[in-house]
């Protein structure tokens, strides 16, 4: 399909880029069919993801994700545009949604009226009609993409148990350990006063004190008020030392001492659950969620590369922010 021309292709750039001889009004950074990305509304744009990216990660996430961000950007801005541009030609009014949303959201968060949502919204720094504006232009892409892409996707029941079936690790439900021990710190210790206290403990153990009254007369730490209860932990999320002394154990057994980087843990197993794989019904509504999200994710990227394709897309600083 032959590519869309814009009127700036067409005129040049002059009565975008000027008043009167010589006055330039903003700087072009890229010209998407018949609207322009300026140079101001870029910063904006970046502004506000390096804010919202600071305050989500730090250190070398952080790093990572930005240098990913700031190359993509310009592109986000683009897909935006285009979307804003199909939400025009298809006519969509979300006025009624957008009303709805509002409302939903005063509700959410208990606030009485629009007054105060606006009084809420300054305190965190944001002005109420570019938040209505943003949430509408939100509103207005969703309703393009749901148009185009959304109510393209259909799915059966055959693949829905085929993914079931090929794809069982995806619902196995693993093992899960129900812990109590009691918690012996290093630090301060000598050895064999450690050593001694360890075998007290563990006599204790095998005249068949009760674990809980061991865990809080002898634990260091929060051990001591909790009387031990570590609570449940599925397989993977344990220390591995310790995971291993207690995938072990039977339900009421008791393990030896475990030495960890932090201390000595003698571990009694409460409660076991077993790994099981869930059946069909439990999981069919994930299974149908995953399903689409994966249908919508590749009819996405096939939709916005066509709709790029046939529109008069130039790029004029390709890295605006360098001088």
């Given at each position: 399909m032959r590519k869309r021309t814009s009127?700036?292709?067409?005129?040049?750039?002059?009565?975008?880029?000027?008043?009167?001889?010589?006055?330039?009004?903003?700087?072009?950074?890229?010209?998407?069919?018949?609207?322009?990305?300026?140079?101001?509304?870029y910063k904006e744009q970046y502004d506000s993801t390096v804010q919202q990216l600071r305050a989500a990660l730090q250190g070398e996430e952080y790093e990572k994700q930005y240098a990913m961000l700031k190359k993509e950007?310009?592109?986000?801005?683009?897909?935006?545009?285009?979307?804003m541009q199909q939400a025009k030609e298809k006519d969509l009014n979300v006025g009624e949604q957008l009303k709805a949303a509002v409302e939903n959201i005063k509700k959410e968060n208990n606030i009485a009226s629009d007054d105060d949502l606006k009084r809420g919204l300054q305190k965190q720094g944001m002005d109420y009609d570019q938040w209505i504006k943003q949430l509408?232009?939100?509103?207005?892409?969703q309703g393009v993409i749901y148009s185009e892409v959304d109510r393209s996707i259909v799915l059966d029941d055959s693949e829905i148990i085929g993914y079931y079936r090929l794809h069982p690790q995806e619902f196995t439900e693993p093992e899960e350990y129900k812990i109590r021990a009691v918690y012996l710190s290093t630090e301060g210790k000598a050895p064999?006063?450690?050593?001694?206290?360890?075998?007290?403990?563990?006599?204790?153990?095998?005249?068949?004190e009760p674990f809980n009254v061991l865990a809080k007369d002898y634990s260091d730490g929060p051990a001591k008020e909790s009387e031990g209860d570590l609570g449940k932990f599925k397989k993977g999320e344990l220390d591995k030392d310790l995971e291993l002394a207690v995938s072990k154990l039977k339900a009421g057994e008791t393990s030896g001492w475990v030495e960890t980087k932090n201390g000595w843990y003698l571990l009694k197993l409460e409660e076991k659950k077993d790994s099981r794989l869930m059946t069909f019904e439990e999981v069919k509504k994930n299974v149908e969620e995953n399903l689409f999200s994966q249908k919508k994710d590749k009819k996405l990227e096939e939709y916005l590369k066509g709709l790029k394709e046939k529109s008069y897309i130039k790029i004029l600083k390709p890295n605006p922010l360098d001088l």
């Amino acid at each position: 399909m032959r590519k869309r021309t814009s009127v700036f292709a067409l005129f040049g750039l002059a009565a975008v880029l000027s008043l009167a001889a010589g006055q330039v009004i903003e700087e072009i950074v890229a010209i998407v069919n018949d609207d322009v990305i300026t140079l101001s509304q870029y910063k904006e744009q970046y502004d506000s993801t390096v804010q919202q990216l600071r305050a989500a990660l730090q250190g070398e996430e952080y790093e990572k994700q930005y240098a990913m961000l700031k190359k993509e950007i310009l592109n986000m801005m683009i897909t935006d545009l285009l979307l804003m541009q199909q939400a025009k030609e298809k006519d969509l009014n979300v006025g009624e949604q957008l009303k709805a949303a509002v409302e939903n959201i005063k509700k959410e968060n208990n606030i009485a009226s629009d007054d105060d949502l606006k009084r809420g919204l300054q305190k965190q720094g944001m002005d109420y009609d570019q938040w209505i504006k943003q949430l509408e232009d939100n509103m207005l892409k969703q309703g393009v993409i749901y148009s185009e892409v959304d109510r393209s996707i259909v799915l059966d029941d055959s693949e829905i148990i085929g993914y079931y079936r090929l794809h069982p690790q995806e619902f196995t439900e693993p093992e899960e350990y129900k812990i109590r021990a009691v918690y012996l710190s290093t630090e301060g210790k000598a050895p064999a006063a450690l050593e001694e206290k360890k075998k007290e403990i563990g006599d204790k153990v095998k005249a068949g004190e009760p674990f809980n009254v061991l865990a809080k007369d002898y634990s260091d730490g929060p051990a001591k008020e909790s009387e031990g209860d570590l609570g449940k932990f599925k397989k993977g999320e344990l220390d591995k030392d310790l995971e291993l002394a207690v995938s072990k154990l039977k339900a009421g057994e008791t393990s030896g001492w475990v030495e960890t980087k932090n201390g000595w843990y003698l571990l009694k197993l409460e409660e076991k659950k077993d790994s099981r794989l869930m059946t069909f019904e439990e999981v069919k509504k994930n299974v149908e969620e995953n399903l689409f999200s994966q249908k919508k994710d590749k009819k996405l990227e096939e939709y916005l590369k066509g709709l790029k394709e046939k529109s008069y897309i130039k790029i004029l600083k390709p890295n605006p922010l360098d001088l």
